[in-house]
Nanobody
Framework: VQLQASGGGLVQPGGSLRLSCEAS????????MGWYRQAPGKQRDMVAT???????RYADSVKGRFAISREDAKNTVYLQMSSVRPEDTAVYYC?????????????WGQGTQVTVSS
């Protein structure tokens, strides 16, 4: 199974962007799906996650601005970004944690660049 992230690009401060991450095939027994980001010279940090029970969690820096959602029929997780700021500039990675035959797998997408600049 592979994850394909898309939707990144250049956006002005205050603007909006929607990231998508699609799995190459249906993944069963998903524990959680999420988005992480990594700015140059910094570690990769959690942005938002959503569990199989649709419980969501957000980094404090994006609360009220970003929204994570999932569409199981399309094997896709989304990140709606609003009121973006220059400090949101980073490579965004999608993540899926799932269990198969008792083993937990941690799957990462290839990353999509988001640049917030005027």
């Amino acid at each position: 199974v592979q994850l394909q992230a898309s939707g990144g690009g250049l956006v002005q401060p205050g603007g909006s962007l929607r990231l998508s991450c699609e799995a190459s095939k249906r993944i069963f027994s998903i524990n959680s799906m999420g988005w992480y980001r990594q700015a140059p010279g910094k570690q990769r940090d959690m942005v938002a996650t959503i569990t199989s029970g649709d419980n969501t969690r957000y980094a404090d820096s994006v609360k009220g601005r970003f929204a994570i959602s999932r569409e199981d029929a399309k094997n896709t997780v989304y990140l709606q970004m609003s009121s973006v700021r220059p400090e949101d500039t980073a490579v965004y990675y999608c993540n899926v944690v799932y269990t198969r035959y008792g083993t937990v797998y941690n799957l990462w997408g290839q990353g999509t660049q988001v640049t917030v600049s005027s």
